[in-house]
C-alpha cells in the first residue's frame, strides 16, 4: 500500500487555524530475533532488565486534533522510525510531505503540538522555511535568553549575543508578561492563567552536537499555564512552560495554545483504540514492510469510523450514561458501524439465489480427480516379486505370533512385552 496521506482534515479553531499533533507509539517486538528494522525505545509500562526499554518498531504519527471535548483524531501520516533516526527529523520531515501535499493549508500557517519528549530547537530548525507554528513543551529547569541591549558605540570587544538570562525556576528573573489573560476552561472547570513572556531566544548549543561557529538562535514566545485547582485532586497542580515558534507576520494566541496543548493527549486515546479495539499490534508480521501495510490498513479502518459517528446512533451498555449524537466515542461507532452498510450501501456483489443445484451437466463423464504422485526414496529396494513375497511373509509370522501370545497370556490380567525384531532381504 503506497504511504499517502489521508484527507481528512480537523475541525476548524476559531482562529482558523488547523491544529496537529505529532508523537510517537512503539509497537513491541521484543521476541522476534529474526524481525529486521528493530530499535530500543522508551516504553511507560513495560521493563526489560529493570529498565523502561523495549525492542520493537517504532511509529512517528501526526494526528489533526479538534478542539472540542471528544476524544476524535484524524490520523494523516504514520512514518516507521529506522534505529538511529532522530523522531525531531522524521516528524519535520512528516511535516513537509503534508504541506507539499496540501498547499491551501501553508495560507492558514498551521499549528503544530509537541510534547516535552521533542526537542524545542531542532524541529524549528528543520522548518526554517515552512509556514507552520511548533508548540513543544520544555522542561521546567530551562533557560531562556532575551535579546541583548543595544550597543554603544564606544563598547569594545566582541558584540554580545545573549541578553538578560531567563530561568523558569527562578521567578527573580522574569520580565513583565506581554499578555496575561484570564479565560475560563470546561476542561478543568477552573480557571487557567497563561503569561506570554516577552520574545525570548534559545540557544541550541546544549540540545545540539558540537558544529563550527556561530551557533544559531532561535526566537520564540516562551508562555507560562498554570492552573488554580484540577477537579478531583488536592494537590497543587504543576506549571507548564510552552515554547512556541511562529512565522514572520504572526502574534501569539494563548487561549489558543493552551487548548490545543491539552487536546493533544488525545493521540493517546487514538493509541490506546488502536491497539485494543482495532488490534494495530496484535499481529506477529516477519518484516517491517508488514507492519507498515497493517498499521495503513488501521489508519483506514479509523477513518472510516470517524466519517461515520454522523451516521450511527447510539449504543451504550447498560452501565453507560447516554450521549448525545454529536459526542460519541470511537467504541460506541465501531458497534453500530454494521448499521451503516445499510445506509451506505455496498460495493460487494448481490446475493446468489440459493436452492437445489443444477447438477452435473447431460452427456458428460465423471472422472476421478487427479491424484499427484508422492516421491519415495528408491534406492536398496527389492524387486516387486520378493516385495510381494516378503509381505506375505509377514502376514504369516504375524497371525501365528498372535496365535501364540493368546494361548499363554492369563485371563484376568494384562501382560507387556518387548521383542527386537529383524527384517530379512532374503526370500523364506
Known amino acids: 500500500m503506497p504511504k499517502r496521506h489521508v484527507r481528512c482534515w480537523p475541525a476548524r479553531c476559531p482562529a482558523s487555524c488547523p491544529v496537529f499533533g505529532v508523537d510517537v507509539s512503539v509497537w513491541v517486538r521484543s521476541d522476534a530475533e529474526c524481525s529486521p528494522g528493530r530499535g530500543y525505545y522508551y516504553h511507560p509500562s513495560r521493563h526489560s532488565a529493570g529498565q523502561p526499554i523495549v ?14 471535548t471528544n476524544s476524535w483524531t484524524a490520523p494523516v501520516d504514520a512514518r516507521r522510525l529506522v534505529p538511529g533516526e532522530n523522531p525531531n527529523t522524521v516528524a519535520a520531515r512528516q511535516i513537509r510531505g503534508l504541506l507539499q501535499q496540501s498547499p491551501e493549508l501553508c495560507l492558514q500557517a498551521p499549528l503544530f503540538v509537541f510534547d516535552d519528549g521533542y526537542d524545542s530547537v531542532r524541529p524549528a530548525l528543520e522548518l526554517t522555511a515552512v509556514p507552520a507554528q511548533i508548540l513543544v513543551r520544555v522542561r521546567s529547569d530551562r533557560s531562556f535568553y532575551a535579546d541583548p541591549p543595544p550597543r554603544r558605540r564606544t563598547a569594545a570587544g566582541r558584540p554580545r549575543r545573549h541578553g538578560a538570562k531567563f530561568a523558569c525556576p527562578d521567578p527573580t528573573t522574569w520580565p513583565a508578561p506581554g499578555r496575561r489573560p484570564h479565560v475560563h476552561g470546561r476542561a478543568v472547570r477552573s480557571s487557567d492563567r497563561a503569561d506570554v513572556a516577552p520574545p525570548a531566544r534559545q540557544d541550541p548549543a546544549a540540545r545540539r552536537p558540537r558544529q563550527p561557529r556561530p551557533r544559531p538562535i532561535i526566537p520564540g514566545t516562551l508562555v507560562r ?3 488554580d485547582r484540577l477537579p478531583g485532586r488536592n494537590r497543587a497542580p504543576k506549571t507548564l512552560w510552552l515554547w512556541w515558534t511562529e512565522p514572520p507576520g504572526h502574534t501569539p494566541d494563548p487561549d489558543l495554545l493552551w487548548r490545543a496543548y491539552t487536546r493533544r493527549f488525545d493521540v493517546e486515546h487514538t493509541f490506546r483504540f488502536a491497539r485494543q479495539t482495532l488490534n494495530w499490534t496484535l499481529p506477529r508480521p516477519r518484516t517491517p514492510e508488514q507492519a507498515d501495510r497493517w498499521t495503513w490498513l488501521v489508519i483506514a479502518a479509523y477513518t472510516q469510523l470517524r466519517l461515520a459517528r454522523t451516521l450511527v446512533a447510539d449504543h451504550r451498555l447498560p452501565w453507560e450514561k447516554p450521549l448525545p449524537p454529536a459526542r460519541l466515542t470511537p467504541g460506541r461507532v465501531r458497534r453500530r458501524f454494521r448499521h451503516v452498510q445499510a445506509v451506505v450501501g455496498t460495493p460487494a456483489n448481490p446475493p446468489q439465489p440459493c436452492g437445489r443445484s443444477a447438477g452435473r451437466p447431460p452427456a458428460r463423464a465423471r472422472t476421478p480427480p487427479p491424484r499427484s504422485q ?3 526414496k528408491t534406492r536398496d529396494s527389492p524387486p516387486a516379486g520378493i516385495k510381494a513375497k516378503l509381505r506375505h511373509s509377514r502376514r504369516r509370522d504375524a497371525r501365528s505370533w498372535l496365535a501364540e501370545r493368546n494361548k499363554s497370556r492369563p485371563r484376568g490380567g494384562c501382560r507387556v512385552e518387548a521383542f527386537s525384531l529383524q527384517r530379512s532381504m532374503e526370500p523364506p
Do not use: P
Open 55 to 68: 525492542a520493537g518498531w517504532a511509529y512517528s504519527w501526526l494526528v489533526g486534533l479538534e478542539l472540542k
Open 225 to 227: 499555564l498554570t492552573v
Open 374 to 376: 508422492n516421491s519415495r
